[in-house]
């Protein structure tokens, strides 16, 4: 009878491929340390800056401003615009055009800013009546926010006034117009976007006077507060950040603890970067000097949002210069990763037409082509018509991802 039982056998390679490659994980960790020395040592050099460079053109960039300051602005436009009404030449908002025609990418800085073309925005005039009628809206509620001292999201803001603004994109927008003009960033408006963003790992930090201690924070992590200037006191034992495109991934390394074997820090913004995850970033990147590692799908859109971070975004290049975080490395999943570990066919899926303009599109941008090793992978990724999510490696088995796939990433410092 006992013959007759199946035994339990061991994974194979059969199973988890490439698994066997693997060094000691102490290995693996003195690579680690070599590399956050590395990072800290070239934080320490100085940045450039727009000023110092030798532009062609001129550029347009925001700063933080106090309540106090932006309440100012308010009503130096609005003494403008009285000023303007009464001498009988009605109004106009002289509004920083945001288009791609006046965006510039600047390989020293490698960040988009915006340059300074502007544009009228008359109210006496059908096209742009409506327009002009919310900003001057948003410009009254900004105000009454300095006033209070209080903060409100972009929903709130949108339901003050829902027959005016018809639909949130709208004054969303404006919103970003506003903030243009005012030359101050949107955070100084005191609008915030809903939570999005999530952190997990080694990360200690104070919001709003409240220690937090992302080690213990359970499997969905601490959610990254709307309003950054809550955020202090940040304290880290961690060698890398680990930034991960998709919920999911982020869901399964937070539960095997990944952090707790390769000492990290896990942020994910669930999809496309939010502007409260992008700054949380670029103030863990600044403040700890550690180095920014990606894990994004194997589509043009991944690439994409791991640009955002890295380069900005068009719509906010007016203020790249704080939503952008220096040299994150691209760890995967890349296109060449298919073959490499021999990801099956049935877990690939065919690039669309939209997939591939894309995808042709960003290799004529600007910092795509800066990074050779970019470029190569796009280019692949063109040339199979083929894409995959991270999610794919789970073919091997749910536990790949963190078991296999990332530790030998990192053992053999494969990023770009």
């Known amino acids: 009878m006992a013959d007759k039982k199946r035994k339990r056998t061991e994974p194979t390679e059969e199973i988890l491929p490439f698994k066997n490659k693997l060094k000691p994980d102490s290995v693996i960790l003195e690579i680690l340390k070599q590399l956050k020395t590395s990072?800290?040592?070239?934080?320490g050099t100085k940045t450039l800056t727009l000023q110092e460079l030798s532009l062609p053109f001129q550029c347009r960039e925001v700063a933080d401003l106090s309540l106090s300051s932006v309440q100012s602005n308010i009503e130096s436009v609005a003494l403008k615009i009285a000023h303007s009404i009464l001498s009988c030449n009605g109004f106009a908002f002289d509004v920083p055009s945001r288009s791609s025609a006046n965006q510039h990418y600047v390989p020293e800085l490698?960040?988009?800013?915006?340059?300074?073309?502007?544009?009228?925005?008359?109210?006496?005039?059908?096209?742009?009546?409506?327009?002009?009628?919310?900003?001057a809206r948003i410009l009254e509620l900004i105000h009454q926010l300095c006033l209070k001292g209080i903060h409100v999201t972009k929903r709130d803001l949108f339901y003050t006034d829902v027959k005016l603004f018809q639909d949130q994109m709208q004054s969303d927008t404006v919103l970003d117009d506003v903030s243009c003009m005012l030359g101050c960033t949107r955070s100084s408006l005191n609008v915030?976007?809903?939570?999005?963003?999530?952190?997990?790992?080694?990360?200690?930090?104070s919001d709003n006077g409240d220690m937090?201690?992302?080690?213990?924070?359970?499997?969905?992590?601490?959610?990254?507060?709307?309003?950054?200037?809550?955020?202090?006191?940040?304290?880290?034992?961690?060698?890398?950040?680990?930034?991960?495109?998709?919920?999911?991934?982020?869901m399964r390394l937070a539960e095997d603890r990944f952090y707790n074997r390769f000492p990290c820090i896990i942020v994910t913004a669930k999809g496309q970067p939010d502007v409260s995850t992008r700054l949380f970033l670029r103030k863990m990147k600044t403040e700890l000097k550690l180095p920014v590692l990606a894990l994004v799908d194997s589509d043009p859109y991944g690439l994409k949002?791991?640009?955002?971070?890295?380069?900005?975004?068009?719509?906010?290049?007016?203020?790249?210069?704080h939503l952008t975080t220096p040299d994150i490395k691209w760890l995967g999943i890349r296109p060449s990763d298919l073959d490499k570990y021999k990801i099956p066919e049935q877990c690939?899926?065919?690039?669309?037409?939209?997939?591939?303009?894309?995808?042709?599109?960003?290799?004529?941008?600007?910092?795509?082509?800066?990074?050779?090793?970019?470029?190569?992978?796009?280019?692949?990724?063109?040339?199979t018509k083929q894409k995959a999510e991270i999610q794919a490696l789970s073919t091997f088995g749910f536990q790949y991802l963190s078991e296999v796939y990332l530790?030998?990433?990192?053992?053999?410092?494969d990023w770009l």
């Open 407 to 413: 530790p030998l990433k990192l053992q053999q410092q």
């Open 110 to 135: 490698d960040r988009i800013v915006l340059k300074d073309k502007s544009s009228l925005r008359p109210f006496a005039n059908v096209s742009t009546v409506r327009k002009t009628t919310i900003t």
């Open 305 to 321: 949002i791991l640009s955002v971070y890295g380069c900005g975004s068009k719509n906010m290049s007016y203020d790249s210069s």
């Open 39 to 43: 990072t800290a040592s070239s934080s």
């Open 192 to 205: 915030v976007a809903a939570e999005k963003g999530v952190v997990v790992g080694r990360l200690i930090f």
């Open 212 to 250: 937090i201690d992302c080690t213990k924070m359970g499997m969905g992590g601490k959610a990254i507060p709307p309003n950054i200037d809550r955020v202090g006191d940040m304290q880290s034992d961690a060698l890398f950040i680990l930034l991960v495109e998709k919920d999911a991934a982020y």
């Open 348 to 383: 690939r899926l065919p690039m669309t037409e939209q997939d591939i303009k894309t995808g042709k599109d960003m290799l004529e941008e600007d910092f795509v082509k800066k990074n050779p090793g970019w470029v190569e992978e796009l280019t692949l990724m063109v040339k």
